[in-house]
């Protein structure tokens, strides 16, 4: 087992991507709001007098500090994890692009609960 996380920025994605988890019967998903550190970072100006590079994060994030992420955790089989990764590339796009969100798994010894995955 594994548990996949995926910090989702393209947030408009979401529901698609559910979907399509649902479909290729990866289900479980938990959903949480999150934001990253250099939004939240970029708001504040004691930052930037200390790390000048907030600066241009500021600048870089203008008009969207107050855009969220979605941290979506969902435990799935071994065998699971290349069809997921898949997935998600071909509902979010290219993860190399700025602003995409980064995914990543990290193996599991134990997990129970009902309708933990297919």
């Known amino acids: 087992m594994k548990l996949f996380v995926l910090i989702l920025?393209?947030?408009?994605?979401?529901?698609?991507?559910?979907?399509?988890?649902?479909?290729?019967?990866?289900?479980?998903?938990?959903?949480?709001?999150?934001t990253g550190m250099a939004r939240e970072l970029a708001g504040s100006d004691h930052y930037e007098e200390e790390i000048p590079l907030f600066g241009y994060i500021r600048k870089y994030l203008n008009g969207s500090e107050n855009r969220k992420s979605k941290t979506i955790l969902?435990?799935?089989?071994?065998?699971?994890?290349?069809?997921?990764?898949?997935?998600?590339?071909?509902?979010?796009?290219?993860?190399?692009?700025p602003d995409t969100g980064i995914m990543f798994t990290v193996p599991l010894d134990f997990a129970e609960g009902k309708g933990l995955y297919k």
């Open 9 to 34: 920025n393209r947030t408009e994605k979401l529901n698609d991507l559910m979907l399509t988890y649902a479909r290729e019967g990866i289900c479980g998903a938990t959903i949480i709001d999150s």
């Open 74 to 97: 969902t435990v799935i089989r071994n065998d699971q994890q290349e069809k997921i990764i898949s997935l998600t590339k071909e509902v979010v796009g290219d993860f190399s692009r």
